[in-house]
């Protein structure tokens, strides 16, 4: 057992399993909060916890499993290139759209952080809460925060908007396509970006662009708070 626990495959493993059931159960039920993605965390979590497993053993696993993130999320790129003659027309829109979420996200956490009395650290560290986990990493790490509580706000964050998404998209009654998409990547990443695929091609394919945009665009808003700081 000791060897198992201190193998790559252990965390690798534990966290496939994990998704699958997650996986199965939400197929089952049908709810939107029976998401497999935060059934799998939870799920992770309770093992761990339950068999006082030490974190750094399941990471060997699962830092493979984070490794693959930046390639998984280039193979985005796909879709978005699949609707390029729609960038091509719309592309002031997109980019104001996403400049507008990301001022408005950057700004929240700023000014929740100052009314909340955190310090430095940890606002710079949740200030990139909305773009994919390799981008907020490395903006929290060049700005003085912390990687670890940066990468929960992540995901958090993905995990949130993957389950509201499509409530809130009915509720506000939002019809077009590219609205959607970018609405939900600017705010959730790739996680929200997965269930914008499940909405349709567009959807999914504009997320994406918004996910990468508002990452490089977060890097410099996060930059001129920092400086402000």
């Known amino acids: 057992m000791s060897a198992l626990l201190e193998s790559i495959y252990f965390g690798i493993l534990l966290t496939v399993v ?11 039920t049908g709810l939107v909060i029976c998401n497999n993605l935060l059934i799998a965390a939870l799920l992770i979590a309770a093992v761990l916890t339950v068999f006082h497993i030490p974190y750094d053993s ?24 699949n609707k390029m003659d729609l960038l091509k027309k719309y592309w002031l829109p997109v980019l104001v759209g996403c400049t507008a979420g990301v001022v408005a996200s950057v700004t929240s956490v700023f000014l929740m952080c100052k009314a909340f009395g955190l310090d430095r650290s940890m ?72 269930k914008a695929l499940e909405m349709g091609t567009t959807e999914g394919a504009m997320s994406g662009l918004a996910m990468g945009l508002c990452g490089l665009i977060t890097a410099v808003v996060a930059l001129s708070f920092e400086i402000l700081m």
Do not use: D, W
């Open 123 to 194: 606002t710079m560290s949740l200030m990139p809460k909305s773009v994919t986990t390799p981008i907020a990493s490395a903006v929290a790490e060049s700005n003085g925060g912390i990687v670890p509580i940066a990468v929960a706000a992540v995901i958090f964050t993905g995990i949130l908007g993957n389950l509201v998404a499509p409530m809130l998209v009915k509720l506000f009654r939002v019809k077009e396509p590219m609205a959607v998409g970018l609405g939900i990547g600017a705010c959730s990443h790739a996680m929200g970006t997965a």
């Open 18 to 28: 994990a998704y699958c059931i997650g996986t199965a159960i939400q197929k089952k």
């Open 58 to 81: 399941y990471n060997k696993g699962g830092s493979l499993i984070n490794t693959m993130l930046g390639p998984a999320t280039a193979c985005l790129a796909v879709n978005i290139y």
